[in-house]
């Protein structure tokens, strides 16, 4: 431990604890919703942060513009990015299916870039921002001042990644998405529906990124142009995860929101991004497979 | 060259042609028609504005507006975007400038210099008569050559000291409004002098803009012997600053002294808040923008200080106008709109008085001084090209500002 723990650095820790813990789970999303389609259908989906923002914008549209209560607001968020989803994969994937990778993936950044205008062009360039899912802003328990949002974004998160595990883990869809993922000819033998399978994965991927968005609208200033950002730390996170592995991503993800933050508390602030990305590089140097399983460089 | 004489050359040196009928004539007339016509056309091409002083002339007057319309800066771009098109479309319905209409072609700068020079590139190719830019001090620097190899007249608002004073070094660059340094200096002065407070510290952003604040702040100290006890740095568009605020709780500072652009500054209002930091906050100019008004709540902006160009909501003398723009917009207008504004109308009085003739301009630019513009803007333009020397330091009660101070740094 790098400090002296007195009471006071005891309380600013915890707080920044939570802080990051609540980035991390932000990025765990992310990653997942890269793995995801990376796992289905092994393209590398640079549209993600893009439509992490696009979750926020409907999340203002719903609950901001349209009234509709917020709770209800996170569940229309997640059908329309569902919907939304299933469009992206029509245009942006199927038409190029059995392309090489680069070409797919080019594919996925135009749509990235035309989804950003797309937002600029019908909320201008003014920041927009959600109000908070539970109308507390903060909670103070013995001298920590916790801000709810980053709360209720942990346990959003934990809810959506358990589900997600239980889908993979005890349905039959999970199951047959999962063989689709490893091997799409024998599944196809199988007589799974691999289109069908491909297709839930991305309606899915779409959804999750849909409720990052959400989650993160309250705490952070939406603007249309703040996809990147985004997409590079859940792809660090995917990175660190062993591209590839759900609950490695969840790993990486939390571990770099809670990293950076403690890097900006108590090294610099000035080079926290630095730090992280110097952090990837050396887990792509020296543990390749990621905290959990797989070669990365196999797959990337 | 104008559009008439072209006609009348053309006529009168084919009449002789068909009255004489000899073969010399015959001959040569066909390649001279054709050898005018192209000098004619030549002329009317070329990249010299054309001079409104030509009583006849009702040709458009262009403007070029490098404007961010996309990217992280087109939310400063709204600002200012919306005082240009409100005062010229004013402008225009009035009867334009002696006539001419005013043409105002919007290149966008995006978020990095590559794209501003491209759009200078297609501003000038437009042949503008005057060029309005973006507050950005990176992009001025890479646009400047060309600004300088271009020779006309080139507007923008604030910039980084350092940028404005040693780097540019430029005649045709003129500014609208304080550059950084003279807010930076209001701020720390005012938190010295009038709060009592010695033991500041900063958190800025980690580009020109923050650094170029946090260097001023940081003199200013010097000079009083002190020295800030703590600095922080953010990205430029940093959501969660949450981290350097922590630190600098520990740090024993009085106040913090922010500089930044408005999200990390509406970042930073409401996190103070969240975390119960109650450390005294003095912001840049972000804290009269309407970007940051319109995302922070009375709550968080309650006791803030702001080191700002002005405040067009609470001067008296900008309600008029400022009642004007909502009603024909339905945006909150700020000093980006004002100022940019009132720059419209000075192009319109220069034009209207020496014409378009670049070097003209120049001339009357810097013979303009005391200009009242909107609400309690006065510009007088220095050789440095700098024409604004004031700050208003401002509190926030609630989210209502009220006027504390007007420091004037001296030029």
Redesign the interface.
Known sequence: VPFELGSGQIQDFIQVLVNGLAMGAIYALIAVSFVLVYKAVGIVNFAAGELVVLGGYIGVVLANELHIPIWIALAGTIVLMSVFGYIFMLVAYQPLRGQPFLVVAISTLAFGIIITNGIQWAFGAAPRKLETLLDVPTVTIGGIHLVVQHLVIVVVTVVTLVSINYLFARTSLGHRMMATAQDTEVSRLLGINVDRMVAITFVLSCALAGIAGFLLAPIFYLVPTMGLGLALKGFAAAIIGGFGEVRGSIIGGIGIGVTEILLARYVSSSYRDLLIFAIVLAFLFFRSEGVLSSRIGQKV | MTGAPEVTLGNSSAAPVHRAGGYVMKRFALPFVVLVSIVVAACGGSGTPTPSGTAASTEPIKIGLLA?????N??L??SYRGGVAFAVKEINAAGGIKGRQIVVKTSDIG?DNTTAVNALNEAVADNPVVLIGHPHSTAQIAQNALIKKTGVPFFYSGSSVKVTQSILDNPWIFRISPNDGVMATAATQYVLDKLKYTKVAILYS?EEFGIAGRDVITEVLAKRGLKPVAQ????V?A??V???L??L??SGAEIIIGWAT??PT??TLRQLK???INIPYMGGRSMAL??VL??SKAEQLDGAYGSVDSVISVDPLAAEWTKKYKADTGKEPDFFTAAYYDLVYMIKDWIGAVGTDPAALRKAILETQNRKGVGSNIYSFKPTGESVFTAQVIKYTGSTPKILETVTVAP
Request: proline share 3%.
């Open positions: 961010a319309t996309t990217s992280g087109a939310l771009g709204e978020g980690n922080e740095a953010h990205e568009l959501q969660d949450s981290a350097q922590l630190k709780k520990t408005p999200i509406a970042a969240e975390l119960q309407a970007a319109g995302l």
